[in-house]
């Protein structure tokens, strides 16, 4: 079992920057494909981003490829994903989570099995 928590998140402008982290806790991290998934209010889930345990694969959703970049320490347990260009519909609270066996390469949100508490991405126009 791998426990989650997020951090980075804030309130910045449209076209700033921002820096998630998500620091994982378990022996077995570097065996799990990792993701971000975000959610805003009234909104389902929604796929952002993934990275393959070896960090040798990532896909991201259409919505934000060429704009977030997701990245992987397995020495320090940790997943980050770099924002850039940020854009008001991208305001919602963001999760990082393992990927269910079989579900990577699925841009779903239902392709994570589990996650942290979240961490509030808010950009005003």
């Known amino acids: 079992q791998v426990q989650l928590v997020e951090s980075g998140g804030g309130l910045v402008q449209a076209g700033d920057s921002l820096r998630l982290s998500c620091a994982a806790s378990?022996?077995?991290?570097?065996?799990?494909?990792m993701g971000w998934f975000r959610q805003a209010p009234g909104k389902e889930r929604e796929f952002v981003a993934a990275?393959?345990?070896?960090?040798?694969?990532?896909y991201y959703a259409d919505s934000v490829k060429g704009r977030f970049t997701i990245s992987r320490d397995n020495a320090k347990n940790m997943v980050y994903l770099q924002m850039n260009g940020l854009k008001p519909e991208d305001t919602a609270v963001y999760y990082c989570?393992?990927?269910?066996?079989?579900?990577?390469?699925?841009?779903?949100?239902?392709?994570?099995?589990?996650w942290g508490q979240g961490t509030q991405v808010t950009v005003s126009s």
């Open positions: 378990g022996r077995t991290f570097s065996s799990y494909h």
């Open positions: 989570g393992t990927i269910r066996n079989g579900s990577f390469g699925t841009r779903s949100g239902a392709a994570f099995g589990s």
């Open positions: 990275i393959s345990w070896s960090a040798r694969s990532t």
